[in-house]
């Protein structure tokens, strides 16, 4: 199957410092990449959806100005956690998809964020 | 009541048993339906794609009744690597609006030699 890659797989970082992750689409264009959130024990939450070149689309309940997403290239999204606390301590997914809905989406290994 | 609901087990089945997963969603929105498979703190992968008229796959089994909103999984002849969790899947995009995936909290199976 396709790749996608995520960087880092896990960081510490101190309140109110912020966070970057990367998701990559190695080996193919990704006309729409997804962020989600997992806490433990509980399941993957969609937090938004974004499309190359356009701003994202947020879930209910997530800030955008907190959870900063560029889409800037078809193979690359970030996500930036800004001001981080330990509230914001999860686990964070990225998936990419190069096709419509009903197409196989492809997921990064995820980012295992501690804010101490 | 919960967008995709799973039996969050876990299920306990000897090596080479049948074992069947079932879920539920709530959206009757839901376009795509998905199973996919979760290794302990790894990411999620494909496991198959869902069709009204039911899909195959090897020792895998989906099936999809849009009336019931119901989705099962059966597993044949299970192996030891079968074990992980298995994740129930919907997406309600519909040609505009909403995308993205709705996902089940997971069935975690345990196959025993």
């Known amino acids: 199957g396709a790749v996608v890659s995520q960087h880092p797989s896990w960081v510490i970082c101190k309140s109110g410092t912020s966070v970057k992750i990367e998701c990559r689409s190695l080996?193919?264009?990704?006309?729409?990449m997804f962020w989600y959130r997992q806490f433990p024990k509980q399941s993957l939450m969609l937090m938004a959806t974004s499309n190359e070149g356009s701003k994202a689309t947020y879930e209910q309940g997530v800030e955008k100005d907190k959870f900063l997403i560029n889409h800037a290239s078809l193979t690359l999204s970030t996500l930036t956690v800004t001001s981080a606390h330990p509230e914001d301590s999860s686990f964070y997914i990225c998936?990419?998809?190069?096709?419509?809905?009903?197409?196989?989406?492809?997921f990064g290994q995820g980012t295992r964020l501690t804010v101490v | 009541r919960k967008e995709v609901e799973q039996d969050p087990g876990p299920f306990n089945v000897p090596e080479g048993a049948t074992v069947a997963f079932n879920c539920t969603y709530s959206n009757s929105a839901s376009q795509s339906f998905f199973w996919y498979r979760q290794d302990c703190r790894k990411e999620p992968k494909l496991l198959m794609s869902v069709y009204s008229s039911g899909n195959e796959d090897g020792r895998f089994t989906a099936q999809l009744n849009r009336a019931s909103q119901y989705i099962s999984l059966l597993i044949r002849d299970s192996k030891l690597s079968d074990s992980a969790t298995y994740l129930c899947?919907?997406?309600?995009?519909?040609?505009?609006?909403?995308?993205?995936?709705?996902f089940g909290k997971g069935t975690h199976l345990i196959i025993q030699p």
């Open positions: 998936s990419a998809r190069a096709g419509p809905p009903d197409t196989e989406a492809f």
């Open positions: 899947v919907v997406n309600i995009w519909s040609g505009g609006g909403a995308d993205g995936l709705t």
């Open positions: 080996d193919f264009q990704a006309t729409t």
